[in-house]
């Protein structure tokens, strides 16, 4: 009877810890189906950002540093200061010009730099992930080998003795309390993983309407380079100039 009761609880103990195993494992999926949903946002994100809003503001920069040089080449000055008040400003206008294509390319670097240690952590999970599905491989070539035993081997029940049923059935009391623990630590670690996967759903999901709010501002942007650049070379007097300062 005491043995059928250790019995007992002994499949009881790994009925339990198999239910918490496989409950991680449905976290694990879990967590994996909302990471992939992240990286994917994340991604479309960066498109809409560097190939979208970033492509359209640098083209209105373009449009409107050039309508500067035809607006200050349209002047037609007779004073000889006047001549060099628009050479100064030409000058100024490319110089303002190269010195924030310069440091757009600083950052841009910087931003490479992110992406290629992004890189490399991908290559370090791809790597990881390799290394699993070896070890996969190699637990079932032993187990394999474990099944022809059982069937035709020394681990045919038929060649048992006592005391080899006693050194099993240590080894699986040890290796219980083992998984037991193992169990536990990995349901924490994977509750947690699965709050910073939704903290970074949120970012995603914020920044995607930051971009989308910063499209619309340039799209009124270009808007308004396009209106700007339909008066160029209107006639623009004296009174003009007083007029819309006074406005101001």
Do not use: W
């Not at 979208?52 to 040089?69: D, M």
């Not at 045919?156 to 099993?168: G, R, S, T, Y």
């Amino acid at each position: 009877m005491a043995e059928k009761a250790s019995k007992d609880a002994t499949t009881l103990a790994i009925a339990a810890v198999n239910a918490a195993i496989m409950d991680n494992k449905a976290l694990l999926h879990q967590s994996r189906a909302y990471i992939e949903e992240n990286r994917l946002m994340i991604l479309s994100n960066y498109a809409a950002a560097l190939l979208g809003n970033q492509q359209l503001a640098n083209h209105n920069t373009e449009e409107i540093f050039a309508s500067r040089k035809t607006i200050l080449e349209t002047f037609d000055c007779d004073e000889q200061v006047q001549k060099d008040y628009v050479e100064a400003a030409k000058n100024r206008s490319e110089l303002d010009l190269l010195l924030h294509s310069e440091t757009l390319n600083e950052q841009i670097m910087a931003a490479n730099e992110k992406m290629v240690q992004v890189n490399n952590l991908l290559i370090a999970v791809n790597h990881a992930i390799m290394g699993l599905n070896q070890e996969i491989l190699e637990f079932n070539e032993e187990n394999l080998e474990s099944n022809n035993e059982l069937m035709a081997g020394v681990l045919n029940p038929m060649l048992v003795e006592a005391d080899m049923v006693q050194e099993l059935n240590v080894e699986n009391e040890a290796t219980l309390s083992e998984l037991q623990g193992l169990a536990a630590k990995n349901r924490q670690q994977v509750v947690e993983l699965l709050e910073r996967t939704s903290a970074n759903t949120e970012v995603a999901i914020n920044d995607k309407q930051e971009i989308i709010a910063r499209k619309k501002s340039l799209y009124v942007n270009r808007e308004n380079v396009s209106a700007m650049r339909e008066v160029i070379g209107q006639d623009v007097g004296l009174a003009d100039i007083f007029l819309t300062d006074a406005e101001e």
